[in-house]
Protein backbone atom coordinates (compact mmCIF):
# COMPACT_ATOMS: atom_id res chain seq x y z
CA UNK A 1 0.00 0.00 0.00
CA UNK A 2 1.10 3.85 -0.60
CA UNK A 3 0.94 6.55 2.19
CA UNK A 4 -1.52 8.35 2.32
CA UNK A 5 -1.24 11.87 1.10
CA UNK A 6 -2.24 13.76 3.71
CA UNK A 7 0.95 12.19 5.77
CA UNK A 8 3.70 11.64 3.52
CA UNK A 9 5.55 14.67 3.36
CA UNK A 10 9.40 14.71 3.96
CA UNK A 11 10.97 17.72 4.08
CA UNK A 12 12.07 19.70 0.96
CA UNK A 13 15.26 20.24 2.00
CA UNK A 14 15.74 24.16 1.50
CA UNK A 15 13.62 24.50 -2.12
CA UNK A 16 13.13 28.07 -1.11
CA UNK A 17 15.98 29.69 -2.51
CA UNK A 18 16.60 33.04 -4.57
CA UNK A 19 15.35 32.08 -8.32
CA UNK A 20 16.69 34.50 -10.97
CA UNK A 21 14.00 34.47 -13.99
CA UNK A 22 16.05 37.38 -15.99
CA UNK A 23 16.45 35.99 -19.40
CA UNK A 24 20.61 36.47 -19.98
CA UNK A 25 21.50 38.84 -22.58
CA UNK A 26 23.60 36.95 -23.96
CA UNK A 27 20.33 34.77 -25.08
CA UNK A 28 19.84 35.23 -29.00
CA UNK A 29 16.68 34.89 -31.12
CA UNK A 30 14.47 35.28 -27.69
CA UNK A 31 10.93 36.63 -29.74
CA UNK A 32 9.55 34.77 -33.31
CA UNK A 33 8.22 37.22 -36.16
CA UNK A 34 6.35 34.12 -37.47
CA UNK A 35 2.98 34.57 -36.60
CA UNK A 36 0.78 31.80 -34.88
CA UNK A 37 -0.76 30.25 -37.91
CA UNK A 38 2.95 29.82 -39.76
CA UNK A 39 4.13 28.51 -37.14
CA UNK A 40 1.13 25.76 -36.80
CA UNK A 41 2.04 25.43 -40.66
CA UNK A 42 5.61 24.60 -40.14
CA UNK A 43 4.85 21.95 -37.40
CA UNK A 44 2.28 20.62 -39.32
CA UNK A 45 4.20 20.52 -42.35
CA UNK A 46 7.13 18.81 -40.16
CA UNK A 47 4.20 16.09 -39.31
CA UNK A 48 3.59 15.54 -42.64
CA UNK A 49 6.69 14.65 -43.91
CA UNK A 50 7.36 12.21 -40.76
CA UNK A 51 3.84 10.13 -40.91
CA UNK A 52 4.54 8.76 -44.15
CA UNK A 53 7.28 6.89 -42.72
CA UNK A 54 5.41 4.80 -40.27
CA UNK A 55 5.16 1.18 -40.46
CA UNK A 56 2.25 0.17 -40.37
CA UNK A 57 2.47 -3.34 -38.72
CA UNK A 58 4.27 -1.84 -36.17
CA UNK A 59 2.76 2.00 -35.75
CA UNK A 60 6.44 2.82 -35.13
CA UNK A 61 9.51 4.45 -37.28
CA UNK A 62 11.77 1.84 -37.54
CA UNK A 63 14.79 3.96 -37.34
CA UNK A 64 13.76 5.25 -33.62
CA UNK A 65 14.27 3.04 -30.61
CA UNK A 66 10.79 2.09 -28.59
CA UNK A 67 10.21 4.87 -25.93
CA UNK A 68 11.28 7.88 -28.98
CA UNK A 69 8.47 6.59 -30.94
CA UNK A 70 6.49 7.14 -27.94
CA UNK A 71 7.79 10.78 -27.60
CA UNK A 72 7.77 11.28 -31.07
CA UNK A 73 3.84 10.83 -31.01
CA UNK A 74 3.28 12.59 -28.03
CA UNK A 75 4.94 16.09 -29.77
CA UNK A 76 2.11 15.21 -32.76
CA UNK A 77 -0.58 14.96 -30.10
CA UNK A 78 0.42 18.18 -28.11
CA UNK A 79 0.10 19.75 -31.51
CA UNK A 80 -3.43 18.77 -32.11
CA UNK A 81 -4.34 19.50 -28.61
CA UNK A 82 -3.10 23.60 -28.80
CA UNK A 83 -4.23 24.06 -32.41
CA UNK A 84 -6.87 22.55 -31.38
CA UNK A 85 -8.18 20.24 -33.76
CA UNK A 86 -8.08 16.65 -34.60
CA UNK A 87 -5.63 16.60 -37.81
CA UNK A 88 -3.70 14.32 -36.64
CA UNK A 89 -6.51 11.85 -35.09
CA UNK A 90 -6.08 8.57 -37.06
CA UNK A 91 -2.19 8.58 -37.19
CA UNK A 92 -2.41 8.88 -33.64
CA UNK A 93 -5.10 6.43 -33.03
CA UNK A 94 -4.08 3.29 -35.44
CA UNK A 95 0.07 3.15 -34.13
CA UNK A 96 -0.89 3.99 -30.55
CA UNK A 97 -3.57 1.32 -30.54
CA UNK A 98 -1.38 -0.91 -32.53
CA UNK A 99 1.40 -0.21 -30.28
CA UNK A 100 0.23 -0.74 -26.79
CA UNK A 101 -2.31 -4.00 -26.34
CA UNK A 102 0.72 -5.64 -27.99
CA UNK A 103 3.22 -3.83 -25.11
CA UNK A 104 1.25 -4.47 -21.87
CA UNK A 105 1.60 -8.20 -22.05
CA UNK A 106 5.21 -8.14 -22.85
CA UNK A 107 6.92 -5.89 -19.64
CA UNK A 108 7.55 -9.21 -18.27
CA UNK A 109 8.80 -10.56 -21.00
CA UNK A 110 11.68 -10.33 -23.29
CA UNK A 111 10.30 -8.08 -25.73
CA UNK A 112 11.18 -4.81 -23.47
CA UNK A 113 12.78 -6.03 -20.62
CA UNK A 114 12.47 -2.60 -19.13
CA UNK A 115 9.96 -0.44 -17.52
CA UNK A 116 10.60 3.40 -18.82
CA UNK A 117 9.88 2.45 -22.65
CA UNK A 118 6.27 1.33 -21.63
CA UNK A 119 5.93 4.48 -19.06
CA UNK A 120 6.86 6.77 -22.38
CA UNK A 121 3.91 5.31 -24.04
CA UNK A 122 1.42 5.54 -21.00
CA UNK A 123 2.43 9.37 -21.11
CA UNK A 124 1.65 9.74 -24.89
CA UNK A 125 -2.21 7.77 -23.80
CA UNK A 126 -2.47 11.03 -21.45
CA UNK A 127 -1.80 13.89 -23.96
CA UNK A 128 -3.92 12.16 -26.14
CA UNK A 129 -6.76 11.41 -24.34
CA UNK A 130 -6.25 15.18 -23.28
CA UNK A 131 -6.47 16.32 -27.03
CA UNK A 132 -9.27 14.49 -27.85
CA UNK A 133 -11.00 13.06 -25.17
CA UNK A 134 -11.95 9.78 -25.91
CA UNK A 135 -11.42 7.10 -22.97
CA UNK A 136 -9.48 4.26 -24.67
CA UNK A 137 -6.20 6.44 -24.50
CA UNK A 138 -6.71 7.05 -20.56
CA UNK A 139 -7.71 3.36 -19.99
CA UNK A 140 -4.35 2.17 -21.93
CA UNK A 141 -2.55 4.75 -19.88
CA UNK A 142 -4.05 3.15 -16.50
CA UNK A 143 -3.15 -0.38 -17.67
CA UNK A 144 0.34 0.76 -18.03
CA UNK A 145 0.42 2.60 -15.20
CA UNK A 146 -0.77 -0.75 -13.24
CA UNK A 147 1.68 -2.95 -14.90
CA UNK A 148 5.01 -0.81 -13.85
CA UNK A 149 3.66 0.25 -10.64
CA UNK A 150 4.55 -3.83 -9.30
CA UNK A 151 8.59 -2.57 -9.95
CA UNK A 152 8.08 0.29 -7.77
CA UNK A 153 9.74 -0.44 -4.24
CA UNK A 154 6.79 0.18 -1.86
CA UNK A 155 7.12 1.46 2.01
CA UNK A 156 6.52 -2.15 2.93
CA UNK A 157 9.37 -3.29 0.61
CA UNK A 158 11.85 -0.89 1.42
CA UNK A 159 11.54 -1.94 4.99
CA UNK A 160 11.59 -6.04 4.68
CA UNK A 161 14.86 -4.79 2.12
CA UNK A 162 13.51 -7.04 -0.39
CA UNK A 163 11.51 -6.72 -3.58
CA UNK A 164 8.99 -9.92 -4.38
CA UNK A 165 10.15 -9.23 -8.46
CA UNK A 166 14.14 -9.19 -7.66
CA UNK A 167 16.11 -11.84 -5.73
CA UNK A 168 18.82 -9.70 -4.40
CA UNK A 169 18.33 -8.18 -1.43
CA UNK A 170 19.13 -3.91 -0.76
CA UNK A 171 19.71 -2.37 2.10
CA UNK A 172 16.30 -0.88 4.08
CA UNK A 173 18.33 3.00 3.32
CA UNK A 174 20.87 4.70 1.66
CA UNK A 175 22.42 7.43 3.06
CA UNK A 176 19.69 6.88 6.20
CA UNK A 177 16.83 7.71 3.39
CA UNK A 178 14.19 5.20 2.54
CA UNK A 179 14.24 3.84 -0.34
CA UNK A 180 10.93 3.84 -1.14
CA UNK A 181 9.19 5.52 -4.30
CA UNK A 182 12.20 3.81 -6.65
CA UNK A 183 11.23 2.07 -10.00
CA UNK A 184 13.33 -0.58 -11.04
CA UNK A 185 14.24 -0.05 -14.94
CA UNK A 186 14.82 -3.52 -15.68
CA UNK A 187 11.83 -6.00 -15.92
CA UNK A 188 13.75 -9.04 -17.27
CA UNK A 189 16.39 -9.98 -15.03
CA UNK A 190 15.85 -10.80 -11.26
CA UNK A 191 19.11 -9.61 -10.57
CA UNK A 192 18.83 -6.46 -11.71
CA UNK A 193 18.12 -3.72 -9.06
CA UNK A 194 19.86 -0.82 -11.08
CA UNK A 195 17.03 2.51 -10.47
CA UNK A 196 17.30 5.14 -13.14
CA UNK A 197 15.83 9.01 -13.13
CA UNK A 198 14.32 8.54 -16.40
CA UNK A 199 12.54 5.33 -15.26
CA UNK A 200 11.47 6.97 -11.49
CA UNK A 201 10.69 10.69 -13.42
CA UNK A 202 8.38 9.17 -15.76
CA UNK A 203 6.56 6.63 -13.45
CA UNK A 204 5.98 9.77 -11.33
CA UNK A 205 4.74 11.64 -14.26
CA UNK A 206 1.94 9.28 -15.22
CA UNK A 207 1.25 8.94 -11.62
CA UNK A 208 0.75 13.03 -11.29
CA UNK A 209 -1.26 13.10 -14.50
CA UNK A 210 -3.73 10.17 -13.09
CA UNK A 211 -4.35 11.85 -10.02
CA UNK A 212 -5.19 15.04 -11.84
CA UNK A 213 -7.08 13.21 -13.94
CA UNK A 214 -9.30 10.99 -12.29
CA UNK A 215 -8.78 12.05 -8.60
CA UNK A 216 -7.47 8.59 -7.59
CA UNK A 217 -5.82 8.75 -4.14
CA UNK A 218 -3.58 5.44 -4.99
CA UNK A 219 -1.69 7.30 -8.24
CA UNK A 220 -1.60 10.55 -5.72
CA UNK A 221 0.12 8.51 -2.95
CA UNK A 222 2.25 6.94 -5.57
CA UNK A 223 3.59 10.10 -7.04
CA UNK A 224 4.32 10.98 -4.03
CA UNK A 225 6.74 8.61 -2.64
CA UNK A 226 8.37 8.76 -6.17
CA UNK A 227 8.70 12.52 -5.78
CA UNK A 228 10.36 11.66 -2.47
CA UNK A 229 12.79 9.30 -3.53
CA UNK A 230 13.85 11.39 -6.22
CA UNK A 231 14.34 14.22 -4.14
CA UNK A 232 15.79 12.64 -1.28
CA UNK A 233 18.65 10.04 -3.78
CA UNK A 234 18.56 11.48 -7.18
CA UNK A 235 18.41 15.38 -7.23
CA UNK A 236 21.86 16.96 -6.85
CA UNK A 237 20.25 20.32 -5.35
CA UNK A 238 23.57 22.51 -4.96
CA UNK A 239 24.29 21.88 -8.78
CA UNK A 240 20.45 21.99 -9.72
CA UNK A 241 20.41 18.83 -11.89
CA UNK A 242 18.91 15.16 -11.39
CA UNK A 243 21.73 12.51 -11.24
CA UNK A 244 20.93 9.59 -13.76
CA UNK A 245 21.28 6.25 -11.62
CA UNK A 246 21.46 4.19 -8.30
CA UNK A 247 22.37 1.26 -7.29
CA UNK A 248 20.70 0.14 -4.57
CA UNK A 249 22.49 -2.73 -3.33
CA UNK A 250 26.01 -0.59 -3.30
CA UNK A 251 24.01 2.86 -2.56
CA UNK A 252 26.70 4.05 -5.29
CA UNK A 253 25.04 6.82 -7.76
CA UNK A 254 26.56 7.81 -11.35
CA UNK A 255 26.18 11.51 -10.99
CA UNK A 256 28.43 12.46 -13.74
CA UNK A 257 25.52 12.23 -16.24
CA UNK A 258 23.65 15.11 -16.88
CA UNK A 259 20.58 14.92 -19.38
CA UNK A 260 17.79 17.10 -19.86
CA UNK A 261 15.74 13.87 -19.71
CA UNK A 262 15.94 13.32 -16.63
CA UNK A 263 15.37 16.94 -15.58
CA UNK A 264 12.59 17.21 -18.24
CA UNK A 265 10.61 14.59 -16.65
CA UNK A 266 11.09 15.46 -12.83
CA UNK A 267 10.27 19.28 -13.80
CA UNK A 268 6.62 17.97 -15.81
CA UNK A 269 5.94 15.76 -12.75
CA UNK A 270 6.99 18.29 -10.04
CA UNK A 271 4.31 20.55 -11.69
CA UNK A 272 1.45 18.84 -12.26
CA UNK A 273 1.85 17.17 -8.61
CA UNK A 274 2.04 20.58 -7.55
CA UNK A 275 -0.41 21.72 -9.56
CA UNK A 276 -2.93 19.67 -8.59
CA UNK A 277 -1.90 19.48 -5.05
CA UNK A 278 -2.21 23.44 -4.69
CA UNK A 279 1.56 22.92 -2.57
CA UNK A 280 2.78 26.53 -2.97
CA UNK A 281 6.21 25.25 -2.23
CA UNK A 282 6.52 22.47 -5.31
CA UNK A 283 5.77 25.44 -7.41
CA UNK A 284 8.60 27.26 -6.11
CA UNK A 285 10.29 24.19 -6.27
CA UNK A 286 9.56 23.29 -10.21
CA UNK A 287 10.09 27.21 -10.50
CA UNK A 288 13.67 26.48 -9.13
CA UNK A 289 14.36 23.75 -11.44
CA UNK A 290 12.88 25.32 -14.50
CA UNK A 291 15.55 28.00 -14.28
CA UNK A 292 18.45 25.36 -13.73
CA UNK A 293 16.61 23.76 -16.70
CA UNK A 294 17.16 26.53 -18.99
CA UNK A 295 20.59 28.23 -17.69
CA UNK A 296 22.31 24.82 -17.12
CA UNK A 297 25.55 24.86 -18.87
CA UNK A 298 26.22 21.39 -19.32
CA UNK A 299 23.21 21.22 -21.83
CA UNK A 300 23.10 25.52 -23.28
CA UNK A 301 25.59 27.07 -24.47
CA UNK A 302 25.79 30.83 -23.50
CA UNK A 303 23.20 32.23 -26.91
CA UNK A 304 20.81 29.54 -25.00
CA UNK A 305 21.27 26.82 -27.59
CA UNK A 306 20.78 23.67 -26.35
CA UNK A 307 23.49 21.81 -27.72
CA UNK A 308 23.28 18.42 -26.15
CA UNK A 309 24.52 15.31 -27.80
CA UNK A 310 25.79 17.52 -30.70
CA UNK A 311 26.50 16.82 -33.72
CA UNK A 312 24.11 14.87 -34.52
CA UNK A 313 25.18 12.51 -37.67
CA UNK A 314 23.19 9.55 -37.77
CA UNK A 315 19.63 9.81 -37.06
CA UNK A 316 19.44 5.97 -36.42
CA UNK A 317 22.60 5.67 -33.95
CA UNK A 318 21.60 8.98 -32.39
CA UNK A 319 17.53 8.31 -31.91
CA UNK A 320 17.86 8.24 -28.19
CA UNK A 321 19.81 11.84 -28.19
CA UNK A 322 17.60 13.55 -30.01
CA UNK A 323 14.79 12.72 -27.60
CA UNK A 324 15.99 14.38 -24.63
CA UNK A 325 15.32 17.94 -26.20
CA UNK A 326 11.88 17.29 -27.00
CA UNK A 327 11.00 15.98 -23.63
CA UNK A 328 12.69 19.23 -21.96
CA UNK A 329 11.19 21.34 -24.00
CA UNK A 330 7.77 19.62 -23.20
CA UNK A 331 8.32 19.73 -19.79
CA UNK A 332 8.86 23.27 -19.97
CA UNK A 333 5.38 23.83 -22.09
CA UNK A 334 3.92 21.54 -19.19
CA UNK A 335 5.23 24.32 -16.45
CA UNK A 336 4.36 27.51 -18.44
CA UNK A 337 0.96 26.58 -18.78
CA UNK A 338 -0.02 26.02 -15.00
CA UNK A 339 2.12 29.02 -14.68
CA UNK A 340 0.38 32.57 -14.09
CA UNK A 341 0.03 34.40 -17.81
CA UNK A 342 2.99 37.14 -18.02
CA UNK A 343 4.97 35.63 -14.83
CA UNK A 344 8.44 35.92 -14.87
CA UNK A 345 9.01 32.45 -14.91
CA UNK A 346 6.48 31.95 -17.83
CA UNK A 347 8.49 35.01 -19.76
CA UNK A 348 12.09 33.26 -19.09
CA UNK A 349 10.29 29.43 -20.59
CA UNK A 350 9.07 31.54 -23.43
CA UNK A 351 12.85 33.07 -24.39
CA UNK A 352 13.96 29.66 -24.04
CA UNK A 353 11.77 28.15 -26.04
CA UNK A 354 11.54 30.92 -28.73
CA UNK A 355 15.72 30.21 -29.23
Not at 58 to 77: C, D, P, R, Y
Not at 203 to 226: C, I, K, P, R, V
Not at 239 to 258: E, K, R, W
Request: charged share 15%.
Amino acid sequence: MFLPLAISFIPLFCLSVAQDFSVPSEWVNTTSTHSWDDRVQLAQSVIDSVIPHYDASKGQLNELFFGQNANLMSAIVIHDSLVPNRTNYNTTTDNFLRVVPSLVPTINGTTIGVTNDPLMWGLTGIYAYRAYNERPFLDNAISIWEQISVYMITRQDAASNSHPLKNITFPLECNGISLAGGVFWNSNSPQNTGINAGTSGAYMALSAYLYEMTNNNTSGDAAELSRQFIQSHLYNESAGYVMDFLDPPTCSIANNFQWTYNMGLYLEAISVYANKTNNVTLTDFANELTVHAVKSTAWNGVDGINTEELPVENVTTNAFSMAYKGMLIRALYEHWSRSPEGSDVAKLIESYIMI
